[in-house]
């Protein structure tokens, strides 16, 4: 069974740092991207950023320069480090999976999401 598995989420001042952790496990052959998504009380879950296999990176404009994210393919573990920390930067941080090919067939995984609060 594919399962990803975050870690690194916590409580932070404004201006602070934190660092997210993204692993997969189970029988896995490839994962094409692999990324982070996030929902904020009320809104609707959104990208934050995602790296190929090849390390081609896309960010949201709201965390360009701020946050980066990172991949080890033979580990098959995506990370976030964000800097600069901002309130509205609050939310439930998700990682995503697109594409993944296992023992099981080729499919997309979600975490089960790690919190994220940052205050003022």
């Known amino acids: 069974q594919v399962q990803l598995v975050e870690s690194g989420g916590g409580l932070v001042q404004a201006g602070g740092s934190l660092r997210l952790s993204c692993a997969a496990s189970?029988?896995?052959?490839?994962?094409?991207?692999m990324g982070w998504y996030r929902q904020a009380p009320g809104k609707q879950r959104e990208l934050v950023a995602t790296?190929?296999?090849?390390?081609?990176?896309n960010y949201a404009d709201s965390v360009k320069g701020r946050f980066t994210i990172s991949r080890d393919n033979a580990k098959n573990t995506v990370y976030l480090q964000m800097n600069s920390l901002k309130p509205e930067d609050t939310a439930v941080y998700y990682c995503?999976?697109?594409?993944?090919?296992?023992?099981?067939?080729?499919?997309?995984?979600w975490g089960q999401g790690t919190q994220v609060t940052v205050s003022s």
């Open positions: 995503n999976a697109d594409s993944l090919w296992s023992e099981h067939g080729l499919d997309d995984y």
């Open positions: 189970g029988i896995i052959f490839s994962i094409n991207t």
């Open positions: 790296i190929t296999s090849g390390g081609s990176t």
